[in-house]
């Protein structure tokens, strides 16, 4: 890729088409590169511009990520790898856009290509320069931390991987140096670049330029940046981190020891109407500070952890458990309590902090304070806004339309990721496939008419040849080399058979080191890889087009997983851990001598989706595909579209919802492509990725669908309360049915004096352990309903932690404002609601416990409404068993991955959205709605889809005619057919789906699946046990 | 005990790459402990595992061996291949059993790709299970060479075996009770030492004669059977013509 910009330099002194791409993806984080992936794979040319000198965003700097303490750059930089070597995205680094014109479809921009003074093209990112260079500069991605050279590489996964010079450079200055000019052996300094301005034509623009921390500095109130030991949580991040300042030692800034007692600060920057501060909360902070807990207790056990915090949001899907773990940790506490920061003391440089206590107010010291920063929009908000011609909304993010908060106000113009408002990174990560799904919707007539395959080399036949086998051992930074001793495990693997080559490497998917086992491959004449690192789960594609990009069959590759399930699950014994590191990967290098070269093949895609479940999730997924051309089949359960959303007449913001409803329902149902089948029964699925035929029973009728692709939209269910009287006293009602009488306006509650709401009824509880995320934010908007049509109301929300994250703080805050009582209780002691007459009137009686006055009260009321947990929807398990599809623990459908793939299934070809993921709001399910939809058009866009070469096949010879694999193959892969020696069995390579059960079954040892043969497996037991 | 001398098993798990081996990544991303124990192979579904690297496993020395796979009924496979373990474990077991093998030291879990926690859980247990059963052959109070002989002997078998199982052992029903009470029931155990224990004796005989000729009783004595099953036995595979008796009548030898 580093040759795209030159060309596109050179072309741009062309004519100006050129220039031509159909997407421009703004902003290189993980959101911009999701976006550009998606929209690549599914047939458009995509520009990538970054500001910075390289992509990953601020998901790079991140040590791991909440709440499966994933390692945030393992998970990220295969997708650096893979934009890059994707040829349909032409990645524009240290560029900027300058300005915008035209209208959707036809847009043309003007970026600015700062120069970097480095030739790209002759940069090999060696590092030679850094290491002459005599300038040292704070280093940005260690957020100042550590000192980099003013020549440096940004990180070390960097895409491109190349240098750039910064400002402070001497030569830049006065001219003084260029000590870089002459040890650079490619000639790459160029201290003659200047800034460049380009044009690029493209139909549709997608924004994706992230966020900003929140500058503690600002407001000055927490002593960040005038006492050395007080930093922000990304500062944190880079101190956890193992490639930060001090590789993953946490060592405080004053004197470089290890803090012993540590405090985190909640807030900072965020629920704050102070000058400086912002109104709304941050929606990441509770679960990351957690996730910092627990990491640091990681590196240090003995750690004292002092967390001050005001509600704790852990509003996602398992974060709630998230939390517990880190309250559990001994020598961890949460202290709910606003603090100050007091001084610094002189000697030591701790840092005291005042807290209120219960017996006052009490001051603290620490050797080390976190500042729980909050998320600003990007510093050049406005006239970043004002380039592109779109609107921010109040709180400087950026306005979108809120039935579809992928638009902005200016058409043709996309967005993804937190530029919307302070979300997490699976969030953003949905909104950047919705933001493709939707560039792809307005250029539909675009699609594959500027995009190329991808070549790679011509394979070599290595067959005839003894198994040479190369073994790459990774440290993973610190996460594999603090525990397994890698040099000795490298040593190790050069002592086994067939192994010609073995080396370690810091990170071995980083772009340069697959690029350097690349070379390795062809220079040492490998014919097996191993890759001793992590799992093959999620890295074995990379490593496999690594291979191929080294001109060997990709199946010539085994990965042996020294992470996952070695130095993370031994971290406390190192030499067994190394012990057992060197088994693994002795298994490995035998599996791998044993491996044979293999073909994959291509599968037809049927170009038809469909789409189960019928609600607002369902309807716009549908919506989306149909748009572009994709017969898509609605399958409802009931007699009607409109799913939980019938229940909903309003937004927290003001949205009716029941005009929007019936607007979606008429389109969808009267779209030509979109078939609706009500009142449907799904009975039977088979078929796999690309073609699977789904038998839907309705109203008598039965059909088989044949489709691609699935998207699993099933909702989720209104738990039916057993406590607080509900269904014995009519006065007692949820959040659902309180919103449905203050629409039809009924009487009787709204010139009702008192209201009680009970809040995380049926959830947050032992045996729904989660929080139903949407019930907080679904009170202030009754409240606040009530309140304005009723003002003397008194409405009381008894909760447990305020949850109404992000900008629906902003409610929170409006009703407390207009005098909603907000009165908090324990689990252990919960509210109790009972029926009285008294002096002739008939009432509720609520009992709470005040934690402030310490008594009990007595509150009144008219009615009571609770809000009842979201609940699987009934039939989950069902669909969950037709699809072959995964539920999580708490019975919500389960995604391949948390963080990154968050609306794929494992199982290729199906998707989800909405609810039936995971409780959430109503933009929130229309952004994974379009999200799904932008996965499945990865899939529909393409005529075939590959299948992987790890299929069974038959010794014909040794073949019994048994029948015993037949029987074992539901998918009917394997007949029988005559042969000159009777009938055999014989199997259809595109049937099959690797299993491996017939190969298991077959007592003459005639069937094998390829890739798992008894050899392969074989000389794996013996290797494990030959230690 | 001292460190030096702690006994540190080997257990050879094989993990069903959609289930068990994805809830062993999420153990491991959320750096849940277990002990050094495991080795795993990975394959695409637990149903893959073929009885023969159990038995080989063991023949190898393993002092357990660990089938993971996906809950049942939520294998990721159209065939749910996951029963097909679930049968395979519990033939194995059975057939462990007789050779003298714990079947304790096999153990068969269901983990799905969420369960981080459990696949620790299970871990821990399991490991602790077989340490205390203490190395291969120790808790069975066999030479480790006579057990490897007997699971030899068992893995000449498998073919059979499989063939067996097919032809009449076939679960009537597809479900976790099911399948235990099938296996566990008296019909079950006719079959069982009708069609599969003469056979493994016998395969055990041609193993123990392939080394030498030896005499009827030292057959007796040395595999531990009844002489009247010897005799038995060797009728048989003096009919199949797979033995010969020398002329005095009194030394086998292999065919």
Known sequence: MANAQKQLAQRSQGPVAGNAGDVMVVGGGISGIQAALDLATAGFKVYLVEKTPTIGGKMAQLDKTFPTNDCSMCIESPKFIECDRQPNIEIMTYTEVASVEGTAGDFKVTLTKKPRYIDEDKCTGCTTCTEYCPVKIPDPFNQNLSLNKAVHIYFSQAVPLVSYIDDDCLFLKDKTCAICENVCENDAIDFNQTAEKIEVKVGAIVLSPGYETFDPRVRGDYGYGTFQNVVTSLDFERLLCATGPHEGQILRPSDKKHPHKVAWIHCVGSRQVVPGGNSYCSAVCCSYTQKQVILAKDHDADMQATIFHNDIRSYGKDFERFYQRAEKLPGVEFIRSYVSIGREIPDSKNVTIRYATADGVKEEEFDLVVLSVGLNPPADAKEFAKKFGVELGPQGFCKTNPVNPIETTRPGIFISGAFQGPRDIPESVVSASAAGALSAQLLKSRRGKLTQDRVYPAEKDVTQDEAKVGVFVCRCGANIGRIVDVPSLVEYSRTLGNVVHAEESLFACATNTAQAISDTIRDKGLNRVVVAACTPRTHEPLFRDTLREAGINQYFFDMANVREHCSWVHSKEPEDATRKAKDIVRMSVARAAKLEPLEEFSLPVNKAALVVGGGVAGMTSALTLAEQGFETYLVEKASDLGGMARRIHYTIEGLDVQAYLNDLKTTVYRHPLIHVITDATITHVTGYVGNFVTTVKSKGRVRDIKHGAAIIATGADEYKPSEYLYGDDARVMTQLELEEQISAGDERLINSQSLVMIQCVGCRQEDRNYCSRICCSAAMKNALKLKSVNAQMDIYVLFRDMRTYGFSEDYYREASNKDVKFIRYEPHDKPQVEAVEEDGRSFLRVTVSDPVLGKKLALDADSVALAAAVIPSAGSEETARLFKVPLSPDGFFQEAHVKLRPVDFAAEGVYLCGTAQYPKHLSETISQAYGAAGRALTLLSHDTVVASGSVCEINERACVSCGACMTACTYGAIDFHDTPRGKKARINPVLCKGDGLCNAKCPSGAVFLKHYTNDQVFRQIDAALAG | ?255
Request: charged content about 25%.
């Open chain 2, 1 to 255: 005990m001292a460190i030096g001398t702690e006994f540190k098993p080997t257990i050879l798990g094989f993990l069903c790459n959609w289930c068990c081996y994805g809830g062993a990544d999420l153990c491991g991303v959320s750096r849940f402990q277990y002990p050094p124990y495991l080795r795993v192979i990975r394959l695409m579904c637990s149903g893959r595992v073929d009885l023969e690297f159990i038995f080989r496993a063991f023949a190898k020395g393993a002092d357990g061996v660990f089938i993971g796979g996906c809950h049942l009924n939520d294998c990721h496979y159209n065939p749910e291949g996951n029963y097909d373990a679930l049968g395979n474990t519990l033939i194995a077991k059975k057939i462990l059993e007789h050779v003298g093998v714990n079947p304790e030291r096999l153990r068969l879990e269901w983990v799905s790709a969420g369960e981080g926690i459990r696949f620790a859980e299970v871990m821990n247990d399991f490991s602790m299970k077989v340490k205390n059963l203490g190395p291969f052959g120790s808790s069975e109070g066999i030479d480790i060479a006579e057990l490897q002989s007997r699971l030899d002997a068992t893995i000449q078998l498998v073919p059979y075996i499989k063939l067996v199982e097919r032809e009449r052992l076939r679960v009537p029903v597809w479900t976790d009770e099911g399948y235990r009470k099938f296996f566990g029931s008296d019909e079950f155990n006719e079959l069982f030492n009708e069609l599969i224990l003469d056979k493994l004796i016998m395969s055990r005989i041609m193993g123990f004669l392939r080394v030498k000729p030896v005499s009827a009783g030292e057959i007796s004595e040395s595999l531990g059977l009844d002489p009247s099953e010897v005799a038995r036995h060797l009728h048989d595979l003096a009919q199949q013509g797979l033995i010969w008796f020398d002329e005095s009548q009194t030394l086998v030898a292999a065919a």
